[in-house]
């Protein structure tokens, strides 16, 4: 029930219309197997932006959610180098298409999560860093908070989850122009049977660690540039964010599901720095 209390931050389900999944008719493009979104369904999509001096541009590298006005989740190994300076960040809230010039937000402060391996990579686990923006954002229909589960929160194997981003559409196929923001729906993999899978092209016996989630079907998966982003389901008819994009063999193949980092690991450390209050 304690769960119920964190239902109450602001705007939440209402700003979620729920349409149907991809059906006949809807032409797949994007992450693995996705499709366009539609305004304001995924109002809480941050693109994280690194400065590049050489393209003189903010470009897109990775995903991340507004968990608060003033910060964004996302996945450690998009914050790397360790020393990197914050000043070269920025996040683009509000927006479907990546590049329609609308304002940066700056980047103040980056926290990576202690236990972050970068030796290792997002298959060390703990890939998962929290970025506190200059200012907060103004909240409205197209710039929204996602929910974070309680702790105790089970996700049930064979639950059907949203991924988004502005990945690629397949291994190594970046998303075209005009960067139209997609979306799938993806199935949640148990931990045996992706350990199972992925023990056959990892070294660790047991590649999936507590603190991962896996989630995905043949053709239907997150990709590189997909990294950071949410993963979220639905309980109660609200969406909850379960798992931040982390790592995979490729993408969209049978066997290998994407590997998330699993939210409800990591709340009391998120709740640490940040005020996750009922109705902040
Ligand atoms: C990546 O390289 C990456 N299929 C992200 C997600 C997945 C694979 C690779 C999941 O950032």
Same mark, same amino acid.
């Given at each position: 029930m304690l769960w119920l209390l964190f239902l109450t931050l602001p705007g939440l389900g209402s700003s979620v219309p729920v349409t149907p999944g991809p059906g006949p008719g809807r032409e797949l493009v994007g992450i693995v197997g996705g499709c366009d979104v539609s305004a304001r369904r995924y109002p809480w999509q941050v693109s994280l932006r690194f400065y590049n001096s050489k393209r003189r541009q903010w470009v897109h590298q990775c995903g991340g959610s507004l968990i608060h006005p003033q910060w964004v989740l996302t996945?450690?190994?998009?914050?790397?180098?360790?020393?990197?300076?914050?000043?070269k960040a920025g996040v683009q809230v509000g927006q479907l298409r990546l590049y329609d010039h609308r304002k940066l937000t700056m980047v103040k402060q980056v926290i990576r999560?202690? =236990?972050? /391996?970068s030796s290792q990579g997002?298959?060390?686990?703990?890939?998962i860093a929290l970025l506190r923006l200059e200012a907060p954002v103004t909240l409205s229909a197209d710039v929204n908070l996602v929910l974070l589960p309680p702790a105790s929160l089970r996700v049930p194997e064979r639950k059907m989850c949203w991924v988004t981003g502005?990945? /690629?559409?397949?291994?190594?196929?970046p998303l075209p122009p005009p960067y139209h923001l997609q979306e799938v729906e993806v199935p949640i993999v148990g931990k045996e049977v992706c350990n199972q899978r992925y023990q056959k092209v990892e =070294? /660790?016996?047991?590649?999936? =660690?507590?603190?991962m989630l896996c989630a995905g079907s043949e053709g239907r998966d997150s990709c590189q540039g997909d990294s950071g982003g949410p993963l979220v389901c639905s309980w109660n008819c609200t969406w909850v964010q379960v798992g931040v994009v982390s790592w995979g063999?490729?993408?969209?193949?049978?066997?290998f599901p994407g590997v998330y980092a699993r939210v409800t690991s990591y709340m009391s450390w998120i709740s640490q720095h940040v005020r996750l209050s009922p109705g902040s």
């Open positions: 996945a450690a190994h998009c914050m790397e180098p360790e020393n990197m300076t914050p000043s999560h202690p =236990k972050f /391996n997002a298959k060390g686990g703990a890939d502005w990945g /690629n559409i397949n291994y190594k196929s =070294k /660790n016996p047991r590649p999936i =660690k507590e603190d063999h490729q993408c969209g193949l049978r066997d």
